[in-house]
Antibody
Framework: EVQLVESGGGLVQPGGSMRLSCAAS????????MTWVRQAPGKGLEWVAN????????AYVDSVKGRLTVSRDNGKNSLYLEMNSLRVEDTAIYYC??????????WGQGTLVTVSS | QSALTQPRSVSGSPGQSVTISCTGTSSDVGHYNYISWYQQYPGKAPKLMVF???ERPSGVPDRFSGSKSGNTASLTISGLQADDEADYFC?????????FGGGTKLTVL
């Protein structure tokens, strides 16, 4: 059974940093693109970033470029999102998502990041 | 990187059909067939319902169908059931990134 379990969310002040983790199991992690999608409270979904299976390519939504960095450790079956210079508008539930054949087929339960003073 | 446009809400009675539209541009919906739809219940993670414009993952009822015409994709739910009441989001590849719609709340009357 595919499982994606996010952790690392919480409350952080504007300008602060936070690192999200996603533990993957039930599939061969090293062969899949992985994605972070976020959802602000009461709002829609927003694609944030993705990373190639071997980590050699990454892409980001314009609003997070230079502040958020996606990475992975295939030996630990883990996906990460390093978040710096956080803004109030980064407040959201962050979902770890498996990307398979041009679709987002498995989603974690999400972790809430709140940026507030 | 603008969001795709969906109606804020749609509604229908049990047994009826509803269609949710998703309008993009010639750079996303109009250019690629990598269009997917997701169902989300309150407080839950989204679930894939349709991909590749009109394909269904195993386990998704054939009451859910997708289509595309020009820059607009559509999700049709036929034979509405009470547990279809949820939020629905479309998504399209846009060349270098992915873009979601703002979401549509489906109410089953």
């Amino acid at each position: 059974e595919v499982q994606l379990v996010e952790s690392g969310g919480g409350l952080v002040q504007p300008g602060g940093s936070m690192r999200l983790s996603c533990a993957a199991s039930g599939f061969t992690f090293a062969t899949y693109w992985m994605t972070w999608v976020r959802q602000a409270p009461g709002k829609g979904l927003e694609w944030v970033a993705n990373i190639k299976p071997d980590g050699s390519a990454r892409a980001y939504v314009d609003s997070v470029k230079g502040r958020l960095t996606v990475s992975r450790d295939n030996g630990k079956n883990s996906l990460y999102l390093e978040m710096n210079s956080l803004r109030v508008e980064d407040t959201a539930i962050y979902y770890c998502v498996r990307h398979s054949n041009w679709r987002f087929d498995y989603w974690g339960q999400g972790t809430l990041v709140t940026v507030s003073s | 990187q603008s969001a795709l446009t969906q109606p804020r809400s749609v509604s229908g009675s049990p047994g009826q059909s509803v269609t949710i539209s998703c309008t993009g541009t010639s750079s996303d919906v109009g250019h690629y067939n990598y269009i997917s739809w997701y169902q989300q219940y309150p407080g839950k993670a989204p679930k894939l319902m349709v991909f590749g414009v009109s394909e269904r993952p195993s386990g998704v009822p054939d009451r859910f169908s997708g289509s595309k015409s020009g820059n607009t994709a559509s999700l049709t739910i036929s034979g509405l059931q009470a547990d279809d009441e949820a939020d629905y989001f479309c998504c399209s590849f846009a060349g270098t990134h992915w873009v979601f719609g703002g979401g549509t709340k489906l109410t089953v009357l």
